[in-house]
């Protein structure tokens, strides 16, 4: 007999496929890129195990999203969790039969859902004392319901509660198994799973003072325009550094426009200009990498070509889409936080 993971086939899916299968009436309307803006960025703690002698509230919200009633958030061991109303709405149950699961968990004699959804866990090598944490939050007591508690009572309702298998919970099951609930909801909230920015940072800012002022008078550099794209990405947890040069894509693109759209008959020739990579990265064996940089009167053009052409008109998503070391989850909110709003014209 076939495992029963293999029923349903996992799929690929955007977060708006996701997040329209938690809450399909706010789909394209809530979601926005400021609702995505980061707002802490913690390190990654060491999950602690939920026991019985633990007690409720050694945890506290870090971060939290209402989706029109439907709550999601971040605990602060790093813990993505979805609150009572968003479980039941993914399974397709009531609130209540969800509640029923947390006052039933420590029976000593289980019912049969409560022994199919321990064992699910048990699969996946997790163990938890209750099925929700409470934790205190801005004066209301939170019944917080972690992303693994989440996904086996999801299964559970997808593959195995007999004649009350849910056609919501099989197509969420789909679209949700594996790390994609954590990724949605960590997009979701805003919230950076790594914790690792500082060393991004540095290794821009290397960059900065070696080549910040490179490009002769007179002439814009594609790297130091580039700045908002690369901070943006840091900000949404990207490791920028000597494998991912986005300012690299940025230009090559760029030259391909000017070149296709006879630039220099407008604005002058382009010029070359010395830059420099950090001592720790590859590319600084072949220091100075002779660069292109472009007449000033060209850059309301370039400017509106980012805009209009690299971001909106999705060669940055799919620039994106070929960096296999970047977690889906930090590609929307890197493609989210550059709106065209971001970018000075």
Request: proline share 6%; glycine share 8%; charged share 25%.
């Amino acid at each position: 007999m076939a495992d029963k993971k293999d029923k349903i086939d996992p799929i690929d899916a955007t977060f708006d496929e996701v997040v329209g299968a938690i809450s399909p009436r706010v789909y394209g309307k809530e979601i926005t890129s400021m609702d995505r803006k980061i707002n802490k960025l913690a390190p990654v703690r060491r999950r602690k195990k939920i026991t019985s002698d633990q007690g409720t509230f050694d945890l506290g919200i870090d971060i939290e999203r209402d989706i029109e009633g439907i709550g999601m958030g971040v605990l602060s061991d790093g813990t993505p969790y979805l609150n009572q109303r968003g479980l039941a709405a993914l399974c397709g149950v009531q609130n209540a039969h969800i509640g029923t699961i947390s006052s039933q968990w420590k029976e000593s004699v289980q019912k049969p859902r409560i022994s199919t959804i321990k064992g699910i866990l048990l699969e996946a090598g997790a163990d938890f004392a209750q099925p929700h944490i409470e934790v205190p939050h801005k004066g209301v007591v939170h019944f917080c319901y972690p992303a693994e508690i989440c996904l086996a009572v999801l299964e559970y309702y997808a593959l195995d509660a007999g004649s009350n298998v849910r056609p919501e919970a099989r197509k969420n099951f789909r679209l949700l198994a594996g790390s994609k609930l954590k990724e949605m909801i960590y997009s979701q909230v805003g919230y950076d799973p790594t914790g690792g920015i500082a060393e991004p940072l540095r290794k821009w800012h290397e960059r900065i003072e070696l080549n910040h002022q490179s490009a002769p008078s007179g002439y814009f550099s594609i790297f130091n325009e580039a700045h908002t794209v690369i901070y943006e990405l840091i900000m949404a947890g990207a490791e920028i550094g000597e494998k991912m040069v986005p300012d690299i894509s940025i230009g090559q693109h760029w030259a391909k426009y000017w070149d296709a759209n006879d630039l220099e008959s407008r604005f002058g020739d382009r010029e070359k200009f010395p830059h420099r990579y950090p001592k720790d990265h590859p590319q600084a064996k072949s220091n100075p990498q002779i660069a292109n940089c472009y007449p000033l009167d060209a850059l309301g053009e370039y400017r509106r070509w980012l805009q209009d052409v690299y971001l909106d008109g999705g060669k940055f998503k799919n620039y994106l889409k070929g960096k296999k070391e970047i977690p889906p989850s930090v590609s929307q909110l890197a493609i989210k936080r550059l709106s065209p709003k971001l970018i000075e014209q």
